[in-house]
Nanobody, 129 residues
């Protein structure tokens, strides 16, 4: 079992930056492909934001955040972070951290929320324009 806890959300203005963290406990995150998803509308499917391989060498980003968001992982601290720059109103969402036992880091699999085995509770990010 892995417990994931997100933090760092808040209310910011368009153009600002925010840094989200996801702290894991129970097992080392080195065992998992890690991802960030977001839900912009309650009841809507979670949208892929980014994923990072176990080694950190491979990352994928949604087109909507590419060039603005950066994902990283710290095995020693058992955390992953999402640095979000140049925030836009359309980035407003609840952001979720997720862990997947998937073998490798096949791009299509990382897009699918069903590929992930563990989820955090989410942290709200609100960007005012």
């Amino acid at each position: 079992q892995v417990q994931l806890v997100e933090s760092g959300g808040g209310l910011v203005q368009a153009g600002d930056s925010l840094r989200l963290s996801c702290a894991a406990s129970g097992r080392t995150i080195n065992s998992f492909v890690m991802g960030w998803f977001r839900r912009q509308v309650p009841g809507k499917e979670r949208e892929f934001v980014t994923a990072i391989s176990r080694s950190g060498d491979t990352t994928y980003y949604a087109d909507s955040v590419k060039g603005r968001f950066t994902v990283s992982r710290d095995g020693a601290k058992n955390t992953i972070t999402l640095q979000m720059n140049s925030l836009r109103s359309e980035d407003t969402a609840v952001y979720y951290c997720a862990a997947a036992r998937m073998l490798g880091i096949a791009y299509k699999m990382t897009l699918d929320p069903g590929s992930y085995d563990y989820w955090g509770q989410g942290t709200q990010v609100t960007v005012s324009s």
